[in-house]
């Protein structure tokens, strides 16, 4: 009976999730004018296209010498670093252009330096800037994907290749190669999809005739110009866009390991000489990357953090009552379809994914188009936020709890049947403390990612329903670079504080 109830409940969260992407594509196609793409539109599909492509290649080659160093050279620290290369992956998108801007912008410690030695400046503005923050997010994501598959060749094969002698091209050719040829094109397709559907970068460095992406280009035809057939179109071709990338993306199997070992701790070989050098220079440069734009914020936001606007601390509120609601949607969404597929079901997974085929501004699009006719759709700005955050952050969700949620039923199914045990016993003794851990780490990256979300609010919110990331993206625009700056830290001290709070949740609660 309890397994009924839950197949029934995840079939019914599944038919939700597929109605919540329907609708919005049903509102597109009903204003859909016609495939033909004008100059700027045929313009923001290069652009979007391009930049996109070389986010991903600049990303994973610069990722390949520092998940090389960091794979054959320990040193103190370097737990933390690997540690640390998460961090802008839940740090809020309008943060880091913040940093960017302060490192690499016109005044900036940058271009202060070019200006002193009597070079030309750099200019942040326009598919250089675009790409370099894109870099700034993806290159430690792909550091850590390229270190996973160093790590995943047996130690006994660079033993092996020691005592035949190999050279350090030749432990390249034959051991290396192979893994970065297998790992490369899966890391490079995942940050060319994220960076597909990058908005908010584009919003703060993109823009004009040459840097708009689809996304922004969906954004001002609303916005701006109030355009709904050429919205519909382009959010049309955003979508087809994402789910082509996504069926690419479930076809490209990438191999579980590089060969049989004996799971020793171990590595590539640590050559010294120069070879060190180059490690070591490799490894600074990336944590400087890193490190210098979240030292700038920190320098720039701490002297105002007392005296912030009320309208910030307004903001504040608002982010905190979404990200908390979003992560409580997404969470008990993901837990269902999460037990539903432990029980062997394929169906479940699907659901969880089909998320990844479109966009927070295709979705927000979509129902723009569908609400306006009825409803202010400044009046449901925060709603409707809460519901596409919850679902575009499911299939992450979902990805941390399915292997856990395999374990237990696999563990513990037959014995909680066996004694009789009602659905909720269930899960207050056996589910709840087994997945603790993982709901804890699930919740706190949910949380994290809807607290500094910049996408469909920008569409839906006016004055009154701002959140702090979109906050913070007018007081930039209006040059109030002391308050926004301070306003920067006061989001990423607060997305930082929810990670750590639902993390230590789960570890506390969590089953020894």
Do not use: K
């Amino acid at each position: 009976m309890a397994d009924r109830a839950l197949s029934l409940s995840a079939a019914g969260l599944a038919a939700a999730l597929f109605a919540l992407l329907l609708a919005p594509l049903v509102a597109l196609g009903l204003s859909f004018d016609g495939l033909t793409l004008g100059a700027a539109e045929a313009a923001a599909l290069r652009f979007t296209l391009w930049q996109a492509m070389l986010s991903a290649l600049i990303s994973v080659g610069l990722a390949v010498p520092v998940a090389r160093a960091l794979a054959r050279r320990r040193f103190r620290g370097r737990g933390v670093l690997i540690s640390t290369l998460g961090a802008p992956f839940i740090l809020p998108v309008i943060v880091a252009v913040l940093g960017l801007l302060a490192v690499f912008g016109r005044a900036g410690w940058v271009n202060s330096s070019l200006g002193a030695l009597g070079l030309p400046e750099f200019t942040i503005y326009g598919l250089q800037g675009v790409v370099l923050a894109h870099v700034f997010f993806n290159m430690p994501l792909a550091v850590r994907m390229v270190l996973q598959g160093w790590q995943a060749i047996p130690a006994e094969r660079f033993r092996l290749a020691q005592s035949l002698g190999f050279s350090p091209a030749d432990t390249l050719r034959h051991l290396e190669w192979p893994m970065l040829r297998a790992v490369l094109p899966g890391a490079a397709l995942v940050i060319f999809v994220i960076c597909l559907t990058s908005f908010a970068v584009a919003l703060t460095l993109g823009g004009g005739p040459r840097a708009t992406t689809i996304e922004l280009a969906i954004y001002q035809a609303l916005r701006f110009d109030f355009d709904l057939p050429t919205a519909a179109r382009l959010a049309l071709l955003q979508f087809a866009l994402c789910a082509a990338a996504y069926l690419l993306a479930t076809r490209l199997t990438l191999p579980s390991s590089f060969g049989a070992g004996q799971g020793r701790a171990g590595g590539p070989p640590a050559p010294g000489g120069w070879r060190r050098g180059v490690d070591a220079v490799a490894i600074a440069l990336a944590g400087l990357f890193i490190a210098l734009p979240l030292l700038a914020v920190v320098l720039a936001g701490l002297p105002g953090l007392g005296d912030l606007p009320v309208q910030v601390w307004q903001a504040a509120g608002r982010s905190l009552a979404v990200a908390g609601a979003s992560t409580a949607l997404c969470i008990s969404a993901a837990l269902l379809l999460a037990l539903a597929a432990a029980r062997g079901r394929g169906w479940p997974a699907l659901a969880a994914t089909l998320p990844l085929a479109a966009s927070s501004l295709v979705l927000g699009t979509g129902l723009f188009l569908l609400l306006q006719p009825y409803v202010r759709p400044s009046s449901l700005a925060l709603p409707v936020t809460v519901v596409i955050n919850a679902a575009l952050a499911l299939p992450f969700a979902f990805r941390i709890l399915a292997p856990e949620a395999r374990s237990l039923y696999s563990d513990y199914n037959r014995l909680s049947r066996s004694l009789g045990m009602t659905p909720w016993a269930r899960a207050r003794w056996v589910v709840l403390p087994r997945l603790s851990r993982p709901l804890g780490f699930a919740a706190g990256l949910v949380a994290a990612l809807s607290m500094g979300d910049l996408g469909v609010i920008a569409l839906f919110a006016g004055e009154a329903e701002a959140t702090l990331p979109l906050l913070v993206q007018r007081l930039m625009g209006a040059y109030r670079m002391e308050t926004a700056a301070s306003a920067a830290l006061l989001l990423v001290a607060l997305s930082f504080a929810l990670f750590w709070a639902f993390d230590q949740w789960g570890r506390r609660h969590a089953a020894i």
